[in-house]
């Protein structure tokens, strides 16, 4: 097996085959029972966590049927939570407690309550992209979200600074922002395979999960 083979393949909003499937259970039953990870985005209604990336309907998923999916697989793939909103912090933890420790993390939530994170010694990862090239709280966070809006700037250099400094990283793949994704995609292959042994710390959120299996496997 290469190091490239165990890159970590996140479904963003689940492995969907319509959009009018992102953030549904079916889509994530989809990507468990493929054994891919699973990016979602999470608000709190009337106290309760749910599953939405806009803000959220009556009919939004409760978190709690997430976590109740990975248990019915006893997957350890990663989970990746986009905080929508905020005190997620105080109202989250108890839900994921069933989870596999150090499967998932929070990413995208304010600066402020990312310090509510810290405090709670909850895993998180801070964000780094060309519009914030300095990631906030870099030192507390468990890893990097590597977004990329305008320009594919991710590359080796990148992925080796934060993997050296002890670091995981996720990748923002770059169809989730309407370009291509080839050329990308075997720019991450080539530096994952340079760096042995790093490969485990190493996501890619994609729109194509099958894709991006079948292509670092290759």
């Known amino acids: 097996m290469t190091a490239t083979t165990r890159l970590q393949i996140v479904a963003h909003r689940g492995w969907w085959t319509a ?7 079916a889509a994530f ?7 891919y990870g699973i990016e979602t985005d999470l ?14 309907r009556e009919s939004a998923i409760p978190l709690r049927e997430l976590v109740a999916l990975y248990g019915k697989h006893q997957s350890a793939a990663p989970l990746a939570l986009n905080a929508k909103c905020d ?22 939530m304010s ?12 895993p998180f990862y801070t964000r780094e992209s060309e519009i914030e090239p300095v990631p906030a709280l870099y030192e507390n966070a468990a890893g990097v979200w590597l977004d990329q809006f305008a320009d594919d700037w991710v590359d080796a250099a990148v992925l080796s600074r934060h993997l050296h400094a002890g670091k995981a990283v996720c990748i923002v793949s770059p169809e989730l922002h309407g370009r291509a994704h080839e050329t990308a995609w075997q720019r991450y292959r080539d530096a994952v395979a340079a760096a042995p042994g790093s ?8 729109d194509f999960p099958q894709q991006a299996r079948e292509f670092f496997a290759a």
């Open 199 to 206: 490969a485990e710390r190493v996501l890619l959120c994609t």
């Open 19 to 25: 959009r009018d499937e992102q953030n549904t259970l």
């Open 29 to 35: 039953e989809r990507a468990l029972a493929a054994g």
């Open 87 to 108: 005190a997620l912090a105080s109202l989250s933890p108890r839900l994921l407690a069933p989870l596999v420790a150090g499967s998932w993390f929070f990413f995208d």
């Open 43 to 56: 608000w709190w209604r009337d106290g309760e966590v749910v599953i939405s990336h806009d803000p959220p």
């Open 111 to 122: 600066v402020p309550d990312m310090l509510a994170f810290r405090r709670a010694s909850l």
